[in-house]
C-alpha cells in the first residue's frame, strides 16, 4: 500500500550575524536519497529540507528551510499528512542567543558566544505533534554507536533509529556511501556499506514492515 512519507534532511543555519552562521557536515545526500527513492517507489514524499547543493528529486514536496526553529514549525504543519516520518536531518542542537543586525565586529582577541538550545524536532514528533505513524530517527554517533543510538530511541519514542558513526570518512556525512545499523527496541540489523539511494531503498523497506 503506498504511504505518505515526511523526511527531514540536511544540516540547518543559525545565523551568528546578516553575514555568519552556525552549521555542520551534513550534505542532505542521505535525506534526499530517502526523499527520492520513497518518491520512486509510488509513495507521496514531503521533503522538509535545511540549505543543500542537491537537486530536489522528481515527485517529491519540497520544503526548503534554514533553521531548525524553521524546520520545527514546518514539521509540526505537515507531520500530522503523514504515515511514516523519517528524519535524517542534522539539526543544530543550539543556536545563538541574540542574533545583532549588524555584522559582528573583529573587536578583541577573544570572542565568546551564548547559545540556547534549538527544540527537538523528533523529540517533538509523539508528544507534542501526537503522531501516530512509523517514526523512525537517526543516531550520528561518534562513540558507543548502538548504546547511544538506543538511548535516542527510547527517549523519542521512534519504531527505530538509524545509527551511523559519523567518525568514518567513508560514510555518513558528505559520502555517497553509508553503513548503519537499524536499532530497534530488542534487536538490532546490520546492513552492509551500500550507496545511500540502496540503502533508502531497505531503510523503506524496513519502515513499511513495522
Ligand atoms: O546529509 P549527509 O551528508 O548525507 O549525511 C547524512 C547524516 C550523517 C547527516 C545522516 O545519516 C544522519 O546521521 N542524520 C542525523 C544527524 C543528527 O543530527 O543526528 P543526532 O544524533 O544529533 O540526532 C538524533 C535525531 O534527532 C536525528 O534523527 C535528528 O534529525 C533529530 N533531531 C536532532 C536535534 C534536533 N533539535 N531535532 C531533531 O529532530
Do not use: W
Amino acid at each position: 500500500m503506498k504511504k505518505h512519507f515526511l523526511v527531514t534532511a540536511g544540516p540547518t543555519h543559525e545565523p551568528l550575524d546578516p553575514v555568519r552562521y552556525l552549521t555542520n557536515r551534513s550534505s542532505g545526500k542521505m535525506g534526499y536519497a530517502l526523499a527520492g527513492a520513497a518518491a520512486h517507489e509510488g509513495h507521496r514524499v514531503t521533503l522538509i529540507s535545511g540549505p543543500c547543493n542537491l537537486d530536489v528529486p522528481d515527485g517529491v514536496d519540497y520544503l526548503p528551510v534554514e533553521t531548525a526553529a524553521e524546520m520545527y514549525h514546518a514539521v509540526s504543519r505537515y507531520i500530522g499528512k503523514a504515515q511514516v516520518a523519517i528524519f535524517a536531518a542534522a539539526v543544530a542542537d543550539y543556536r545563538p542567543v541574540n542574533v545583532p543586525e549588524q555584522k559582528i565586529k573583529k573587536t578583541g582577541d577573544t570572542l565568546t558566544l551564548e547559545l540556547v538550545k534549538n527544540p527537538d524536532i523528533l523529540g517533538s514528533a509523539r508528544e507534542v505533534f501526537g503522531f501516530k505513524g512509523t517514526l523512525v530517527g537517526f543516531a550520528a554517533e561518534t562513540e558507543n554507536v548502538i548504546s547511544n543510538a538506543r538511548g535516542k530511541l527510547q527517549r523519542k519514542g521512534c519504531d527505530f533509529v538509524v545509527a551511523n558513526d559519523v567518525s568514518r570518512k567513508d560514510i555518513g556525512f558528505d559520502s555517497s556511501e553509508n553503513e548503519v545499523t537499524l536499532v530497534y527496541a530488542e534487536h538490532e540489523v546490520t546492513l552492509p556499506k551500500e550507496d545511500k539511494y540502496q540503502l533508502s531503498l531497505d531503510i523503506i523497506e524496513k519502515a513499511l514492515e513495522v
